[in-house]
């Protein structure tokens, strides 16, 4: 089946081939949490991003493979919910953006901007966006000979950044995820966000002057 990455809590997980890494993305929670579940092709090491609700549905979906790492992107309880009872059930170590993880639950590494998190032999580096909270990190993928892929968390969505309060919040995160992110990468970037549908920088980019505009 085609991957679109539309989930739904309780619907089937959408399961994306890339050259590498299998990204399995579910939907948890009240709040349509997404969680991916990262595995290496090469040694079946598996990661996941944002244990955010709904133990039950990411321990089955982690399965006898076991879990490496959790990475939580931000501190917002919506996705963390899930963590201490994934961590305590698999043993994983918790990774989390240094200026957020006194926030969170269970966190036995921090990472900043620029740091690598290993999925077998793949790597996520770490890139660092302030403004829908101080320690929010995006996660980058990048296939050999094959496109960019990025985790963004909250900090964007098909449609704009994520909420802020304040407008100096809202100006460091449009000026992060412009010059981190779209400045930096190209048009076929595949980016999968903490709630909702999947979208691309080159569906997004021009939009770009209109979100700046509006300041949210």
């Known amino acids: 089946m ?19 890494l299998t990204v399995t993305k579910v939907s948890v929670g009240p709040m349509d949490n997404n969680a991916y579940l990262l595995r290496c092709a090469s040694d079946g090491t598996q990661v996941l991003i944002d244990a955010a609700n ?8 982690i399965g006898d493979g076991g879990l490496a790492t959790v990475v939580t992107t931000h501190q917002h309880y919506d996705h963390h ?31 900043r901007d620029g740091d690598t998190i290993a999925v077998g032999d793949c790597t996520l580096e770490v890139i660092h966006v302030v403004g829908h909270t101080p320690g929010s990190i995006v996660l980058l993928y990048r296939e050999p000979d094959g496109i960019a892929h990025l985790f963004t968390g909250d900090s964007l969505f098909p449609g704009g950044v994520g909420g802020t309060h304040g407008e100096e ?20 970037t595949w980016f999968y966000p903490g709630h909702g549908k999947d979208s691309t920088l080159g569906a997004e980019r021009p939009h770009l002057p209109e979100w700046h505009a509006r300041g949210w």
């Open 54 to 61: 709904d133990a039950s549905t990411l321990l089955d979906l």
């Open 2 to 20: 085609e991957y679109t990455g539309d989930v739904s809590r309780g619907s089937a997980p959408a399961v994306r081939e890339l050259n590498g």
């Open 81 to 111: 919910g899930a963590l201490a009872e994934i961590v305590e059930a698999t043993g994983a170590r918790s990774v989390a953006g240094a200026d957020d993880a006194e926030e969170i639950p269970v966190v036995t590494e921090t990472v």
């Open 169 to 188: 919040n809202f100006k460091s995160l449009i000026g992060d995820v412009q010059t981190k992110l779209f400045d930096r990468l190209p048009d076929d």
